[in-house]
């Protein structure tokens, strides 16, 4: 999928694209206007040198010296002269035979310079042509000069003004793209709080998101308030039918169990009495599926809606305890308990909490050794719950499969549905607890550990 540019860039290229295109018509400007001055100035210098040299011309007439020119031009500017006068009946009197600047002589205004761009032995120039009357000279006559003069100084010159604008033009679109920019950040910090603040929240928390922002930013905000409350709504809607599916369920299949417990009980030793024993297992097996089908349906919708609160989970574990040693002694197993004097706070919700332990201690039972430790501790900042046993251990490549829902290992004994450990998962992420494994190949011993966040 194509990524879109950010809103800063966006803003920027919108805000930095037509600037762009003013400086560059500024600089057209500028470059005109350059040309033009450096022109205007270069050509009155030009003017100057001619009406200087006419003036030579019309004391000396015919006496001047080449050096005497040379010098006078050198006075006026560093640039290549190259210059030719023409005396009366146009012959030629000094100077370059060969400078013929464009246009006819003859059509010159007296004492009004013309102005002209030529190429001079592969040099540009810029020309100017002067035709004045000499009345001081020995024999009074029309008189024509003209002079001609490179261009590097004045095409220089008109670089440098127009690289000196290029830059202040430059430094003035970089300073305006530099303060949009923080313009835009600062202008879009709200909206960036609002989204720091969903990125900090928990899947857990659906509370209305509070944040100020712009007015109008202020919709979108009010918009996803909106769309979470009503997806609190169904997920309240959820919970509360799952809370009536299971009590619709658990009274049947409770009924059944008893039932066929009862018909056990009366009935005389024999094939019939063991099929009836069967039928007692069968239905509590059942009842066990629909119990945890049910959990794991509730800790999914509590994962979203639940208020967590702060209790002791070493006291939760003691509550237990004779409910867990009645399940262990019906499957032969030796159930043990470490379990600090002291409380172990943690938070999280106490009916889901019980269901972790629960369905840790079924899940040794029915798939780990005849020895299993149940174990509350607190480490520095963190709560540990830790269920092990001496069963054969998890293959490295099963470790992640056995968390999975309907998911059994292959060493895995009778019974069961698959659903303990994906339970024990999905109520642990509820509640930001990590669920670790530890099955070492050369130890006949599983732990599996819950560490929760210590609300000491």
């Not at 020309?127 to 003209?146: E, Y």
Request: aromatic share 6%; charged share 20%; glycine share 8%.
């Amino acid at each position: 999928m194509r990524r879109r540019p950010s809103v800063t860039w966006s803003v920027l290229l919108w805000l930095l694209g037509p600037l762009s295109l003013v400086v560059l018509a500024f600089l057209a400007e500028a470059w005109v206007s350059a040309r033009r001055a450096t022109d205007r100035l270069y050509d009155q210098m030009l003017v100057a040198s001619a009406i200087s040299i006419s003036e030579a011309v019309d004391r000396t007439y015919g006496d001047l010296v080449e050096d005497e020119i040379i010098s006078l031009l050198r006075n006026t500017t560093e640039e290549r002269i190259y210059y030719r006068i023409i005396g009366p009946s146009r012959s030629y009197l000094t100077g370059y035979e060969d400078f013929h600047p464009p246009g006819d002589e003859t059509a010159l205004e007296p004492g009004v310079p013309r102005i002209s761009d030529m190429t001079y032995r592969g040099q540009r120039l810029r020309a100017v042509s002067l035709r004045f009357f000499g009345s001081d000279a020995l024999v009074p006559d029309w008189i024509t000069v003209h002079v001609g003069m490179t261009r590097n100084e004045r095409d220089a010159a008109m670089l440098a003004s127009v690289f000196s604008a290029a830059l202040r033009l430059g430094l003035l679109l970089a300073g305006a793209g530099v303060l949009a920019f923080f313009a835009v950040r600062r202008g879009l910090r709200s909206l960036l709080q609002f989204r720091d603040q969903i990125a900090m929240r928990s899947a857990a928390d659906l509370s209305p998101i509070r944040a100020t922002l712009p007015s109008d930013l202020r919709s979108i905000g009010e918009a996803l308030n909106t769309l979470v409350a009503r997806l609190r709504q169904a997920l309240e809607h959820e919970r509360q039918f799952i809370d009536d599916a299971s009590h619709q369920l658990r009274s049947p299949l409770t009924s059944l169990h008893l039932r066929a417990q009862l018909l056990q009980r009366d009935m005389p030793e024999g094939p019939l009495r063991d099929g009836v024993s069967a039928l007692v297992e069968d239905t509590r097996a059942s009842a066990r599926l629909a119990e945890q089908l049910l959990v794991h349906s509730r800790s999914e919708a509590a994962h979203h809606c639940h208020d967590a609160v702060r209790f002791d989970l070493a006291a939760l574990v003691r509550q237990m305890v004779p409910e867990l040693l009645t399940i262990s002694e019906r499957q032969g197993c030796d159930l043990g308990f470490s379990l600090p004097p002291q409380p172990v706070f943690i938070l999280g919700s106490q009916l889901l909490c019980r269901e972790i332990v629960l369905n840790l201690v079924d899940n040794a039972i029915r798939h780990g050794g005849p020895v299993i430790d149940v174990t509350v501790e607190q480490q520095g900042a963190q709560a540990v719950l830790t269920v092990a046993d001496d069963g054969p251990g998890i293959p490295l490549a099963e470790r992640d499969k056995i968390f999975g829902r309907f998911q059994r290992g292959a060493a895995a004994g009778p019974g069961g549905s698959g659903l303990g450990l994906a339970i024990v998962r999905q109520i642990a992420d509820g509640f930001g607890a990590a669920v670790r494994l530890s099955s070492p190949p050369e130890a006949d011993r599983t732990r599996f550990s819950v560490v929760f966040a210590s609300a000491s």
